[in-house]
């Protein structure tokens, strides 16, 4: 299905990952039947996405699964809140420093929502105060569940809440970390994390995971999603049944040189978008979901 319009103009990679090529002479063999039922899961649920968007009505699936809970879709561009994210942030892209320092800002806070409420972050004291008092008097729940922000990471510092942390941290390391992402020049994420963990100085590595992929959506220069990715603990089984012996990262490697012929691509301008690293450690950690989830076991988040 051609990219839908709007979200043509709302991330600025579709055009190189389009471009993507395949290399031929990948020599790791993967379990075959393995990823032959990868495959069939990531087909019905980028078809579902396919389906919602043209206004189908329920049930988009046959499989009960699918249509009992929540999953994310196969690409992350597509997710809701990614989306209100990079909506929310159009505007500040021309300066990088200020929309780093409000990406991080959303994916910490995780809840669009309550940035909506209390007001964007800037590199002005005065502002940040505000922000800061109106992050305060909001009542609970105003933080996401979905990328848990690990408090005891902060615990020990000069800002040991949440609010201090966002609200005056972020802004007086954010520039040095811009300084850092705009020297990236077509790193992975594995070798931008080992360069921007150690200036931002606490180790969020998820989150600074989430950041670097909506840097590589805005300024794909920086980033190459289709190399080297960092696998979480959600895909790492599913990596681990693919093949044995080598590390999850390499796996996921490989699967940037498989394609499918009946798989539903996304394409920009009739060029499909070929699945890149961020892609399928989100389709690991999915199908591990989905794996459990057929055995009765699993956390179970009911699709609404």
């Given at each position: 299905?051609?990219?839908?319009?709007?979200?043509?103009?709302?991330?600025?990679?579709?055009?190189?990952?389009?471009?993507?090529?395949?290399?031929?002479n990948q020599v790791i063999k993967l379990d075959a039947g393995v990823l032959n039922s990868i495959?069939?899961?990531?087909?019905?649920?980028?078809?579902?996405?396919?389906?919602?968007?043209?206004?189908?009505?329920?049930?988009?699936?046959?499989?009960?699964?699918?249509?009992?809970?929540?999953?994310?879709?196969?690409?992350?561009?597509?997710?809701?809140?990614?989306?209100?994210?990079?909506?929310?942030?159009?505007?500040?892209?021309?300066?990088?420093d200020l929309w780093l320092l409000n990406v991080v800002f959303c994916r910490f806070v995780c809840?669009?929502?309550?940035?909506?409420?209390?007001?964007?972050?800037?590199?002005?004291?005065?502002?940040?105060?505000?922000?800061?008092?109106?992050?305060?008097?909001?009542?609970?729940?105003?933080?996401?569940?979905?990328?848990?922000?690990?408090?005891?990471?902060?615990?020990?510092?000069?800002?040991?809440?949440?609010?201090?942390?966002?609200?005056?941290?972020?802004?007086?390391?954010?520039?040095?970390?811009?300084?850092?992402?705009?020297?990236?020049?077509?790193?992975?994420?594995?070798?931008?994390?080992?360069?921007?963990?150690?200036?931002?100085?606490?180790?969020?590595?998820?989150?600074?995971?989430?950041?670097?992929?909506?840097?590589?959506?805005?300024?794909?220069?920086?980033?190459?999603?289709?190399?080297?990715?960092?696998?979480?603990?959600?895909?790492?089984?599913?990596?681990?049944?693919?093949?044995?012996?080598?590390?999850?990262?390499?796996?996921?490697?490989?699967?940037?040189?498989?394609?499918?012929?009946?798989?539903?691509?996304?394409?920009?301008?009739?060029?499909?978008?070929?699945?890149?690293?961020?892609?399928?450690?989100?389709?690991?950690?999915?199908?591990?979901?989905?794996?459990?989830?057929?055995?009765?076991?699993?956390?179970?988040?009911?699709?609404?």
């Amino acid at each position: 299905m051609e990219i839908p319009t709007y979200l043509k103009g709302l991330y600025k990679h579709w055009k190189s990952h389009s471009e993507h090529q395949i290399d031929n002479n990948q020599v790791i063999k993967l379990d075959a039947g393995v990823l032959n039922s990868i495959q069939k899961f990531a087909v019905k649920r980028q078809n579902i996405w396919e389906r919602k968007i043209k206004k189908q009505k329920p049930p988009l699936t046959k499989d009960l699964i699918l249509q009992k809970y929540k999953f994310c879709n196969v690409y992350r561009e597509l997710d809701r809140q990614t989306i209100e994210i990079h909506e929310l942030l159009k505007k500040l892209e021309h300066d990088l420093d200020l929309w780093l320092l409000n990406v991080v800002f959303c994916r910490f806070v995780c809840n669009v929502n309550t940035i909506n409420k209390v007001g964007l972050l800037s590199f002005s004291l005065a502002n940040n105060k505000k922000v800061y008092k109106k992050l305060l008097d909001l009542p609970s729940p105003k933080y996401g569940s979905a990328y848990i922000f690990p408090v005891s990471l902060i615990m020990r510092s000069s800002y040991p809440t949440r609010e201090k942390f966002f609200c005056m941290y972020l802004p007086k390391v954010m520039k040095r970390c811009g300084k850092i992402i705009r020297g990236l020049n077509n790193k992975s994420v594995v070798e931008a994390l080992d360069e921007l963990l150690p200036v931002f100085g606490f180790n969020f590595k998820f989150h600074w995971t989430e950041v670097l992929i909506d840097v590589a959506y805005q300024f794909p220069k920086l980033m190459n999603l289709y190399d080297r990715f960092p696998i979480g603990p959600g895909a790492k089984p599913t990596m681990k049944t693919l093949i044995k012996g080598i590390h999850p990262e390499t796996t996921c490697l490989a699967l940037t040189q498989t394609t499918f012929n009946n798989f539903p691509y996304l394409t920009y301008k009739s060029k499909p978008v070929l699945l890149s690293s961020e892609n399928w450690e989100g389709i690991g950690c999915e199908y591990r979901k989905y794996s459990n989830l057929t055995r009765g076991r699993g956390r179970r988040r009911l699709y609404t």
